[in-house]
């Protein structure tokens, strides 16, 4: 073809034909002697030099020499030449492949006769198109992804060198391993039309689009997929690799890193909450209890924030604070996590709760909801402090004394329940009335030793440590029984306890004298009528 209107490219042949013309008025004789200079990238194709029109001429000497850049071809055209003839020399030229980066040449071609004479120059530009294949994904090359993220896998083949791209043009790729394909997500993102359905193969693992028709330059053939990345099969690990190939050659491969969180949360408190009802922590009115939520990421990928914990404030707590960011609002104390939590890291969120003044026991337990887990449970029971207390007597209440008689009072105070009584406790003994108190006799008999304070009325202890839950305290004082005064015979000696500002029950006691009682009758009684005899 012409290459001056045609677009030349490697591969292709060109015919030269060379019309040789005696202008003059006598007869050419000498043999035509031909040479010309070309760009390397033309070649002389071997044998195609012919003559067209002059079978009794022949054509000598031919020799194509390849040199530095330039080419140089030659021969003789034998036989002569009569005024006016024109001789007609064809023979072709194949276009070579450029250097490397190299997509377009300029030529500039003509002949020269050993005589001086020279053609005209045919002028034009031999080019090379070249397609490049981008494969790329989204998220990008060596990025983290995690199981069920999906993965859109993308191929660009452009032509980035000089004119029309002629052939038919194969992109491939698959569905790498630990992944599984997208129904329907194959497709072409540019204009250009592809034979080929895709997926291509029945097992859905390799996709691949033909395309007819060449591409022009600096046009873009764009097709993709997705996929789905597997669960891990074991561990917190894998990797999935992919590549494409544009006309069957492997281009560039695609690595992404399959990473798997795994978010375990745990409750603990100090004092420690029990693990079952059976085993429930013993708490009571004024204690705090701190608690630990405890998030942690066993995996290698982060677990994606937000993160939401909430944790219901129990009946019988009062919330005191929270640490991160921790709110509470009509019993419920909430935290919003807005930065994910990295493998192998543990996220701890602390909170405080207060055992309220409660008027009986109570059981309760507390447990963190953490997005869509939950923590296990801690059980507590709130129990409401209480003494029990009893005075008692040596004799024994109800029992007769006399004149002198030494009575002792024992007052125990006992703490039934199973935690501590950590408020002071004041026992008082009240001497009674017709007693005088025995100097010195007042004494703990359980507890630590105490001294009282004694009055003419009273005995007063004050044991300020905590009564230890099943623990006691008993003090006893002695009185002597005072005489009656005259013309008594019989008195009621009675006394209580008191605790902490409350009555015990009452002792009694009988105070009998000695003595003679007189009693005159008659029957009948002296209101009925009598009569005679």
């Excluded at 031919?62 to 040199?67: K, P, R, S, W």
């Amino acid at each position: 073809p012409d290459p001056t209107t045609n677009e030349v490219q490697p591969g292709d042949e060109i015919d030269f034909i060379l019309e040789i013309k005696n202008i003059g008025s006598a007869t050419y004789s000498d043999p035509i002697v031909i040479d010309g200079l070309s760009p390397s990238e033309l070649v002389y194709k071997d044998n195609s030099i012919k003559l067209v029109n002059k079978p009794s001429h022949s054509i000598s000497n031919i020799d194509f020499l390849e040199a530095p850049g330039v080419n140089i071809f030659s021969y003789k055209v034998v036989g002569g030449i009569i005024p006016n003839e024109v001789i007609t020399v064809s023979y072709t030229f194949k276009v070579d492949d450029f250097s490397s980066g190299v997509y377009e040449v300029p030529v500039s071609y003509n002949v020269n006769t050993s005589t001086g004479f020279q053609s005209n120059f045919l002028t034009f530009t031999a080019v090379k198109p070249e397609l490049e294949m981008t494969f790329f994904s989204t998220p990008v090359n060596n990025s983290d992804v995690e199981e069920n993220d999906e993965i859109v896998y993308k191929m660009e083949v452009e032509n980035i060198g000089k004119g029309t791209y002629r052939n038919n043009i194969t992109t491939e790729s698959s569905v790498p391993n630990g992944s599984t394909y997208i129904e329907n997500s194959g497709k072409i993102i540019s204009t250009h039309t592809s034979t080929t359905p895709n997926p291509a193969s029945a097992d859905r693992k390799s996709l691949k689009w033909e395309f007819s028709g060449g591409l022009a330059e600096a046009d873009i053939i764009k097709t993709e997929f997705k996929v789905l990345v597997d669960p891990l099969t074991t561990g917190y690990s894998g990797t999935i690799t992919n590549n494409a190939k544009l006309n069957t050659i492997a281009g560039n491969t695609l690595t992404h890193n399959v990473k798997k969180s795994d978010l375990s949360v745990s409750l603990i408190s100090s004092p420690a909450g029990g693990s079952t009802e059976s085993a429930e922590k013993i708490l009571g009115a004024g204690d705090i209890v701190e608690y630990k939520i405890q998030l942690e990421n066993k995996g290698t990928a982060p677990v994606k924030a937000p993160i939401n914990v909430n944790v219901l404030v129990p009946d019988g707590n009062i919330f005191v604070s929270a640490d991160n960011g921790g709110t509470e609002s009509s019993g419920i104390i909430s935290w919003n996590i807005s930065s994910p939590i990295a493998g192998n890291t543990t996220e701890t969120l602390i909170f405080n709760l207060k055992i309220e003044d409660i008027s009986s026991d109570k059981k309760f337990n507390v447990q963190a909801n953490v997005g869509t887990l939950k923590t296990n449970t801690l059980y507590f029971k709130a129990v409401k402090a209480e003494l029990t207390y009893a005075l008692s007597s040596n004799p024994s209440s109800g029992e007769i004394v006399k004149e002198g008689d030494t009575i002792e009072y024992s007052i125990n105070v006992s703490n039934p329940k199973e935690i501590d009584y950590k408020d002071d406790i004041t026992i008082k003994g009240l001497i009674p009335d017709g007693t005088t108190y025995v100097a010195n006799s007042a004494n703990v008999k359980v507890g630590s030793p105490k001294t009282p304070t004694v009055t003419s009325d009273d005995i007063t202890w004050t044991f300020d440590e905590d009564l230890e839950a099943g623990k006691n305290y008993t003090v006893t004082f002695e009185v002597t029984v005072n005489n009656l005064n005259a013309g008594e015979f019989l008195k009621t000696i009675e006394t209580n306890g008191v605790v902490n500002g409350t009555n015990t029950n009452l002792v009694s006691h009988t105070l009998s004298k000695a003595g003679l009682r007189y009693k005159f009758s008659s029957s009948p009684d002296p209101s009925n009528e009598i009569s005679e005899n």
